[in-house]
């Protein structure tokens, strides 16, 4: 199940998990977001339990992605002990992701 994420549950969902989370930063009107959306939401299906998957729009919560310095999206970033440790810009197929984040 995916997380949706703004500023209000940020440090809840993500920096004080005590599992790992992949934040997706993606824009309603971005093209490779949407190829990337269905990939993600399968990541969240297939790691539940083991990873949390939480989505940051960035329009709606440009604050977020300013602070996480998103330049690029989509933008995933991974977060273990509420800090990142790996992230990747642009479009991946679901193995790439995988084998870019250790998942």
């Given at each position: 199940?995916?997380?949706?994420?703004?500023?209000?549950?940020?440090?809840?969902?993500?920096?004080?998990?005590?599992?790992?989370?992949?934040?997706?930063?993606w824009?309603?009107?971005?093209?490779?977001?949407?190829?990337?959306?269905?990939?993600?939401?399968k990541?969240?299906?297939?790691?539940?339990?083991?990873?949390?998957i939480?989505?940051?729009?960035?329009?709606d919560?440009?604050?977020?992605?300013?602070?996480?310095?998103?330049?690029?999206?989509p933008t995933?970033?991974?977060?273990?002990?509420g800090?990142?440790v790996?992230?990747?810009?642009?479009?991946?197929?679901?193995?790439?992701?995988?084998?870019?984040?250790?998942?």
């Amino acid at each position: 199940m995916e997380v949706i994420l703004s500023g209000a549950n940020f440090t809840e969902e993500v920096l004080e998990s005590d599992i790992p989370v992949l934040v997706d930063f993606w824009a309603t009107w971005c093209g490779p977001c949407k190829m990337l959306s269905p990939i993600v939401e399968k990541l969240a299906e297939e790691l539940d339990g083991k990873v949390k998957i939480g989505k940051v729009n960035v329009d709606d919560e440009q604050e977020l992605a300013i602070n996480y310095n998103v330049e690029v999206i989509p933008t995933l970033i991974l977060f273990k002990n509420g800090k990142e440790v790996k992230r990747t810009a642009g479009y991946f197929e679901k193995e790439e992701i995988i084998a870019n984040f250790g998942l």
